[in-house]
């Protein structure tokens, strides 16, 4: 099972707003709306920022939220901030075969 | 407060083994799934293994089948990943989490990691 695929980088400006896009496939983020995005700051556990495609956990800013269409998911960070600066995978559920795969992961920066 | 606690990391030489324990707390143990995920120097997120609520069904990524075992002991909280015949390609940090149900059918299903613990660091090199 390959990783979800996700550009490598993606940058932006304070206040502006970002989209991170995760292709998978038709056995995975295309059959299931099982998709999940963490925020991981290095030396630090992984976040949990949007479950099953949209939802957001409590506590997470509003400024993030996620969508899917097809077998594409996104994360849409707006009113970027400097502690926004992390890397950022999704994972989808991928059937209890391959149970789950990530994200190759995406470095968020901040200009 | 939800916490986990990985332990047991370490240098290992390839071949050998080393058990991961994950204590955790501030919440209801047996009524979740609980996970390991993996990251490699350099790379990035791998999910290692998963075990139900009880404990009764487990699943594996294919690069450790046959070679780690995931268990839990939900009269201590605690989850473990035996890891045996380790290989160079298994150095990595080891985060457990909370989650990650194995089998979801229709309808909503805790398909997701959260929280983490901050991970325990295993290095298999001669």
């Known amino acids: 099972q390959s990783a979800l695929t996700q550009p490598a980088s993606v940058s932006g400006s304070p206040g502006q707003s970002i989209t991170i896009s995760c292709t998978g496939t038709s056995s995975d983020v295309g059959s299931y709306n099982l998709v999940s995005w963490y925020q991981h700051h290095p030396g630090k556990a992984p976040k949990l920022m949007i479950y099953e495609g949209t939802k957001r956990p409590s506590g997470v800013s509003n400024r993030f939220s996620g969508s899917k269409s097809g077998n594409t998911a996104s994360l849409t960070i707006s009113g970027l901030q400097a502690e926004d600066e992390a890397d950022y995978y999704c994972c989808s559920y991928a059937g209890s075969s391959t149970f789950y795969v990530f994200g190759t992961g995406t470095k968020v920066t901040v200009l | 407060e939800v916490q986990l606690l990985e332990s047991g990391g370490g240098l290992v030489q390839p071949g050998g083994s080393l058990r991961l324990s994950c204590a955790t707390s501030?919440?209801?143990?047996?009524?979740?799934?609980m996970s390991w995920v993996r990251q490699a120097p350099g790379k990035g997120l791998e999910w290692v293994s998963g075990?139900?609520?009880?404990?009764?069904?487990?699943y594996y990524a294919d690069s450790v089948k046959g070679r780690f075992t995931i268990s839990r002991d939900n009269s201590k909280n605690t989850l473990y990943l035996q890891m045996n015949s380790l290989r160079v390609e298994d150095t990595a940090v080891y985060y457990c989490?909370?989650?990650?149900?194995?089998?979801?059918?229709?309808?909503?299903?805790?398909?997701?990691?959260?929280?983490w613990g901050q991970g325990t660091l295993v290095t298999v090199s001669s």
């Open positions: 501030g919440f209801t143990f047996t009524g979740y799934a």
């Open positions: 989490a909370k989650g990650g149900a194995g089998y979801c059918s229709g309808g909503s299903c805790y398909a997701r990691f959260d929280p």
């Open positions: 075990a139900s609520s009880s404990g009764g069904s487990t």
